[in-house]
């Protein structure tokens, strides 16, 4: 399933698709198989932001797999270590943080490959990557098998992103607004119109590296985060591939706000019908 989950992934962007998407930082299973079958199209588990880490990101794993939704592991840094023991888990891909130089997206790659063609630990034999050994085509197929995705999410990255984007084994450069916005010294004013034209200028560069079908070579796919103020149809409309739509803790933090604000919306509007009977009555009553 592993496999088969991420081909119908990479079918549907090659053919144009524009993939609708999730960050999961509660490290629930539970939000994780919602998630899943509410139809998004692939879930971050993030152990950058989120509050779990290797063992807990292997529940989510097992319920995103129940419902065939791609699952890619965001790391807490770009490291040989977090991305051996991310790798052995079996994700549909993985996502490297702060990403600023295509050496560092050279080093990225090489964690996800076996040597000599690069540095990934070698435990296959008893890894859920390969169904614990049991999978014998596990080596013949595990460098295709997997979605890497960097992210550039600085000035500098940004000024790089045309030659990281170039590099081999990079699948997807991920937009991050919020750390550029703040690298721009736009903390407090994330993804403004500054920010924007800085964005653009880097959707431009990766964009620009997809080749025509017909000539047999594609670059990397763009992948963005969408915001109040640059949402998921103005990515989609610059030519993104994959759109992240939100955070499952942001989405559950607005609809329990929204819940309580409406109860108690309805509070005081029988406190104001209530008020306003007693005050009828009590004109009525003088009236006599």
Request: proline share 5%.
């Amino acid at each position: 399933m592993m496999a088969s989950t991420l081909t119908a992934m990479k079918a549907r962007l090659e053919k144009g698709d524009t993939l609708y998407g999730l960050f999961l930082c509660s490290f629930s299973p539970v939000i994780a198989e919602i998630s899943g079958y509410a139809g998004y199209d692939f879930v971050v588990v993030d152990m950058e932001h989120g509050y779990g880490g290797i063992s807990a990101a292997l529940p989510c794993l097992h319920a995103l797999a129940a419902t065939a939704t791609p699952a890619i592991l965001r790391l807490p840094e770009c490291s040989h270590t977090w991305a051996k023991k991310a790798l052995d888990l079996g994700p549909q891909g993985i996502m490297f943080p702060m990403i600023d130089t295509p050496e560092q997206a050279r080093r990225a790659v090489s964690y996800c490959r076996y040597p000599p063609n690069g540095l990934r630990g070698a435990a296959y034999p008893v890894i859920r990557a390969s169904r614990y050994g049991i999978d014998e085509e596990y080596l013949s197929k595990c460098e295709t098998d997997l979605f890497v995705m960097c992210q550039v999410e600085s000035t500098e990255g940004v000024r790089n992103v045309r030659e990281i984007a170039a590099v081999d084994g990079v699948d997807c450069i991920q937009i991050g607004p919020l750390d550029l916005s703040a690298s721009m010294g736009e903390l407090w004013d994330p993804v403004n119109e500054k920010v924007k034209s800085v964005m653009n200028g880097a959707e431009e560069a990766v964009i620009g590296l997809r080749r025509n079908k017909g000539d047999g070579v594609s670059g990397p796919y763009l992948a963005g985060f969408a915001m109040e103020n640059d949402g998921p149809d103005g990515l989609r409309a610059r030519g993104y591939h994959m759109v992240a739509g939100g955070v499952d803790i942001g989405l559950y933090r607005a609809a329990a706000v929204e819940d309580v604000k409406k109860f108690k919306m309805s509070l005081n509007l029988e406190a104001e019908i209530e008020g306003t009977t007693q005050v009828s009555s009590f004109v009525q009553i003088g009236s006599k």
